[in-house]
């Protein structure tokens, strides 16, 4: 380590923008006074990453377009030049390499925009090491079950990234190769959901699945891709999305100007609530998007498939821009190509003409059953599962420690990367790491759910300010290697396996966890434990009480008991 110590130090990163409070302002300020700082600030500002940091997301976009490149030219089909990269197979092989790209941590969850500093990325480290932190479907499963990695588990990633890559490297994809990734994708599931939901399964393993059928693959990929469109814009009919179009405005690289940005709220700095702007965005965007697959459906090739094209296009591109705190890139860019792809090389087949029985059932099981189940009940399914893609509507988790009692997720529980404050220590000094680490809780109030934390605070703990609080995106990027905004990742499942390694006293750690609005109900339930005391209390929060709220802590408080 005194080598890497030594390297590390000779590595400048680009300073971010400094907020306009200092370390010690920070500090001195009680805790609704800090959360209101952080959230003008990142109104104005977003996280204040440099613009060199988007584009080390660049370089790593052309490097994923580029190793497909290179995939797609050991095809056998004997195409020239380009036309190799318009293949089936080279669809096949961009599912392929997506899946090992996002299982790899490449992808969403990936870099500096989700506090991942030094590593830059964890998944792999994390899942190959034996004793890590894993999420089994069923805790009490034989062989599979347990909160700690085993080497089974550890072979069964390393089988998943050669089984796909010998897939990659075939001269053409074939169901006897796509058969062991979705052999091996299934039982990592049942062993840690988190690589599961890591390989983007609704999307990528769904297509490996109609891989499986030759004559039908494409209709039942449209199936998919059609699904994703619809089932996302159906996650965006709620009162939530508007405050996404606002903190995502606030943190886009391309619109920097301070009047736009003052322009998403409704009086900046003293009403943070979204404007009449904001809210025309959020309903446009939505009916957007759930018109443009319509087209695509209904399109033979003519000017219906022409203009449903060109605005799903424009409509990603957009959203890959603002450069979401979750960086899905990858997944965007992929999303765009499946799109041409499917809809725009091959009109003539229609998404209703699986002819297959068998990828039928599964077609309305992965695309309509579970998804409906995940927007009427999302405790029940992980909003990947449900489609439910950046509606700001997720479940999500706040952990208090009291005092230094987070030192003891260093002490009982090996990982890969440290806390970020710890990474971040190696490069700038408190000031910076003040700014970044406030505005973590920064986009978490922003959000019209995450109003709800100052009604929830003090039902969990006494005094705020004797405790270090920690977003559970943070936590299970620690501890699980992985986190993509699924607060399923870090709920009272692994608030458990923490627990059983750490053996936190009462009152040590406690846990807020706030589930997903369920389609038609207005409210969210929410739980707070204690780590080792287990659930203290609970209740729901109408959505409509949070609508009127600033993101900062006032004088209400939630019901339940």
């Keep these: 380590m005194g080598i890497l110590d030594a390297l590390l130090s000779r590595v400048r990163l680009p300073a971010p923008k400094a907020p306009p409070y200092s370390a010690d302002e920070w500090e001195a300020a009680p805790w609704p006074e800090r959360i209101r ?18 584009a080390l997301y660049g370089v790593k976009v052309l490097f994923y377009v580029a190793a497909w490149v290179g995939f797609c030219s050991l095809n056998g089909s004997g195409g020239d030049g380009w036309s190799v990269l318009l293949e089936g197979d080279a669809f096949k092989k961009a599912i392929l390499w997506s899946m090992v790209f996002e299982v790899l941590g490449l992808g969403c969850g990936s870099g500096p925009l989700t506090g991942r500093y030094m590593p830059p990325v964890a998944a792999p480290l994390h899942f190959l090491r034996p004793g890590t932190i894993k999420l089994p479907l069923i805790q009490r499963l034989p062989l599979l079950g347990g909160h700690r990695r085993t080497w089974l588990d550890a072979g069964l990633y390393l089988a998943l990234l050669l089984a796909a890559l010998r897939a990659l490297m075939a001269p053409a994809v074939t169901p006897e190769l796509v058969g ?50 619809m089932w996302a814009a159906v996650s965006k009919l709620n009162r939530h999305f508007p405050s996404v179009v606002c903190v995502m405005t606030s943190n886009s690289p391309v619109l920097r100007w301070a009047g736009i940005r003052k322009a998403m709220y409704r009086d900046f700095p003293n009403d943070l609530r979204p404007s009449r702007l904001a809210l025309w965005m959020a309903h446009g965007g939505t009916a957007v998007e759930f018109t443009f697959p319509l ?90 599962m449900a489609m439910r893609y950046y509606a700001g509507n997720w479940a999500w988790s706040v ?85 993509f905004g699924e607060g399923h990742l870090h709920d009272h ?5 923490v627990q059983d ?20 109900k207005p409210r969210l339930h929410w739980q707070i434990r204690d780590a080792k005391d287990g659930l203290l209390r609970e209740g729901d929060i109408e959505v409509d009480d949070l609508i009127d709220r600033q993101p900062w802590p006032e004088a209400q408080t939630a019901t339940g008991s």
């Excluded at 059928?213 to 449209?222: N, Y």
């Excluded at 109030?445 to 300010?465: F, N, W, Y």
């Excluded at 499942?493 to 396996?497: C, G």
């Excluded at 390694?501 to 038609?520: D, K, N, T």
């Design 37 to 54: 700082m952080a959230c003008l600030a990142w109104a104005l500002d977003g996280y204040g990453s440099p613009l060199a940091i988007y």
């Design 180 to 229: 062991p990734c979705v052999v091996l994708l299934v039982v990592l599931g049942l062993s840690d959901k988190t690589i599961f939901l890591a390989a983007r399964a609704e999307h990528y393993g769904a297509l490996l699945v109609c891989f499986l059928f030759a004559d039908d693959w494409i209709a039942g990929a449209m199936v998919v891709q059609i699904a994703i469109w």
């Design 295 to 384: 087209l695509l459906v209904m399109g033979d090739g003519g000017m219906l498939t022409v203009v449903g094209l060109v605005t799903m296009v424009v409509f990603h591109t957009y959203i890959t821009s603002n450069f979401p705190m979750a960086v899905p890139i990858e997944w965007n860019v992929m999303v765009v190509f499946g799109g041409l792809f499917l809809f725009g090389l091959h009109p003539e087949v229609g998404p209703l003409s699986v002819g297959s029985p068998v990828l039928a059932v599964f077609l309305i099981v992965s695309a309509v059953i579970v998804p409906l189940v995940g927007n009427l009940r999302p405790s029940a399914v992980s909003f990947l």
């Design 399 to 483: 952990w208090l420690f009291r005092g230094d009692a987070a030192d003891k997720l260093d002490q009982h529980i090996p990982k890969a990367g440290a806390h970020p404050e710890k990474q971040l220590a190696r490069f700038y000094g408190p000031d910076t790491i003040v700014g970044l680490m406030s505005k973590v809780a920064a986009f978490r109030a922003m959000h019209l759910h995450g109003r709800a934390l100052s009604l929830l605070l003090p039902k969990a703990v006494d005094d705020i300010d004797a405790y270090a609080y920690a977003e559970g995106e943070i936590i299970a990027g620690m501890v699980l290697g992985y986190n």
């Design 493 to 497: 499942r692994l608030l458990a396996a």
């Design 501 to 520: 390694a750490c053996g936190f006293e009462s009152g040590e750690l406690r846990h807020i966890c706030v589930e997903g609005q369920p389609l038609f």
